[in-house]
């Protein structure tokens, strides 16, 4: 069946640092892919989607694409600030059935000063 | 505008008593799920209703759990009798339209269950 894996945190990085948090998938199909991002006492936002291969998302100064040849889909920011904060969910769905998302674990990020 | 509100944000029970999470989402979504992400997993989907009708519920893990959605509004979430391992957080999160359609998803905080 269909799977999300991420990198194992939590992940510390100093203010300004570059970020990177690995996810890679398998799917049957050919899903859209998303990255969820839950602030502490929020709920889950959306951050970023891609819908077909090669396809860029990108929101708030992060980017991740979806690579169909390597099944991934990294999420980067170039300089992270301590507002960035948070756990970062990657996931995937099929248009033709919008509510099963598949999530993998969560990456917790924390970004001190 | 209201986003998706969850109640009780907490909940702490003794394992075979009965737990009802309510859900409320945005106003005018008729797709309502409820997610669950127990400690250390990931984020499962449970089931999907549109309106009152339950889409699918393949992902409900037994019978001791019952969501319902009454008049296509709110919705609860009913665990009878408590398990140990049904601690965690249960999400619940609405949409306007199916997420092909290009419509968002938006969830609430969770409630947050630990079963004793």
């Known amino acids: 069946g269909d799977s999300v894996t991420q990198m194992e945190g939590p992940v510390t990085l100093s203010e300004e640092a570059f970020l990177t948090i690995n996810c890679t998938y398998t799917a049957t199909g050919y899903p859209s892919l998303f990255w969820y991002v839950q602030y502490p006492g929020e709920g889950l936002q959306l951050l970023l989607k891609?819908?077909?291969?090669?396809d860029k998302g990108s929101n708030k100064g992060f980017e991740a694409t979806y690579r169909k040849e390597t099944t991934s889909f990294h999420l980067e920011k170039g300089s992270v600030q301590v507002s960035d904060s948070a756990v970062y969910f990657c996931?995937?769905?099929?248009?033709?059935?919008?509510?099963?998302?598949?999530f993998g674990k969560g990456t917790s990020l924390l970004v001190t000063p | 505008e209201a986003g998706v509100t969850q109640f009780p944000s907490h909940s702490v029970i003794e394992k075979g008593q009965t737990v009802t999470l309510r859900c409320d989402p945005i106003s005018g979504h008729d797709n309502l799920y409820w997610y669950r992400r127990v400690m250390g997993k990931e984020i499962k989907f449970l089931l999907h209703f549109v309106k009152e009708s339950k889409q699918d519920e393949s992902g409900m893990p037994n019978n001791r759990f019952l969501a319902e959605r009454t008049g296509g509004t709110y919705s609860t979430l009913k665990v009878q009798p408590a398990e140990l391992e049904d601690s965690g957080v249960y999400f619940c999160?609405?949409?306007?339209?199916?997420?092909?359609?290009?419509?968002?998803?938006?969830f609430g905080e969770g409630s947050w269950l630990t079963v004793v």
């Open positions: 996931a995937l769905g099929y248009s033709n059935s919008g509510y099963a998302l598949n």
């Open positions: 891609a819908t077909k291969a090669d």
């Open positions: 999160a609405s949409s306007q339209g199916a997420l092909g359609s290009g419509n968002t998803i938006y």
